[in-house]
Every structure is written in structure tokens, then in C-alpha cells.
């Protein structure tokens, strides 16, 4: 985190669990994400259709992350581990192209085996690697 950010970087650990508390919610949000889809389109486990309701999921899944990052930096499980989405440098809000730019690259650090997570472990700052790459932080916000 940069010196000319006020809040204190949040801890891997928090930070690793409110991603498995979204994880949870994410998974609910995708199964009621599919109900309308499969209605409209019918069975879709196989061709064409399977490509598209992914997609559809991953829209509204990213909708989700977007939605909750630029308005208050905070999805419903980084309010409840005191976790908050900043731009890192100066600690100002999030911008929706940066919203997203974030959310892409945290999909293809997650289908690399988790290893954009991983890189937390590396990195100066204990930055996950798509926030090093984004230009955003994960900070404390149980602090003021």
C-alpha cells in the first residue's frame, strides 16, 4: 500500500475469507441467475447454450462485483469482514472501468488455479495480483 493511502492494508487471512463468504453468495446468485435463462432457452448442457448461460452467469456474477465496488467499495461479505475497495495510491473510490478491469483479471487469476491469489504471498504489499495489475487495494475498514 502506498504511503499516500490513509487505511492500513487488510490482512490475508480476512481478506481470503470474505472472498469464500462471496464465494457462497455468488453461488447462490448464479443458481437464480440460471432459472430465468433455463426457462427462456430450455436444457442447456450441451452446444451453444451451455457457452451462452456461462456467459450469462458470469455477467451477472460480474454485475454483482461492479454494482457493490463502485458503490461504496463493499460487497455484503466485505462489509461484514471490515474490507473495503479502494484505488490504490490515494485511497479514492473505485471507477467502474477499474471495477471491471478487476473483476476480468480475478476470473483469469482464478481459472490459473488460484494463482492470482497466490501472489499475495509474493508481493510487497500482500496484494492480490489482480489489484496489483488493476491499481486498486483491499484495506481495513474497521478503522476510520
Do not use: C, E, N
Not at 3 to 25: E, N
Not at 87 to 105: E, I, K, Q, Y
Amino acid at each position: 500500500m502506498s504511503a499516500a493511502s490513509s487505511a492500513p492494508a487488510a490482512g490475508i487471512p480476512r481478506r481470503l475469507a470474505s472472498a469464500l463468504y462471496d464465494l457462497l453468495l455468488t453461488a447462490a446468485l448464479a443458481l437464480v441467475a440460471t432459472l430465468p435463462f433455463i426457462a427462456l432457452f430450455g436444457d442447456s448442457t450441451l452446444g451453444w447454450r451451455r457457452h451462452l448461460l456461462q456467459a450469462w452467469v458470469l455477467a451477472v456474477v460480474g454485475a454483482y462485483y461492479v454494482w457493490f465496488w463502485t458503490r461504496g467499495g463493499q460487497t455484503l461479505a466485505m462489509k461484514t469482514w471490515h474490507v473495503r475497495l479502494v484505488r490504490a495510491g490515494d485511497g479514492s473510490a473505485v471507477d467502474t472501468a477499474r471495477a471491471v478491469h478487476r473483476f476480468l483479471l480475478a476470473v483469469v487469476g482464478t481459472l490459473a488455479l488460484g494463482l492470482g491469489f497466490a501472489y499475495a504471498l509474493l508481493d510487497r504489499d500482500r496484494r492480490f495480483l489482480h489489484d496489483r495489475l488493476a491499481g486498486t487495494a483491499l484495506v481495513d475498514a474497521a478503522r476510520p
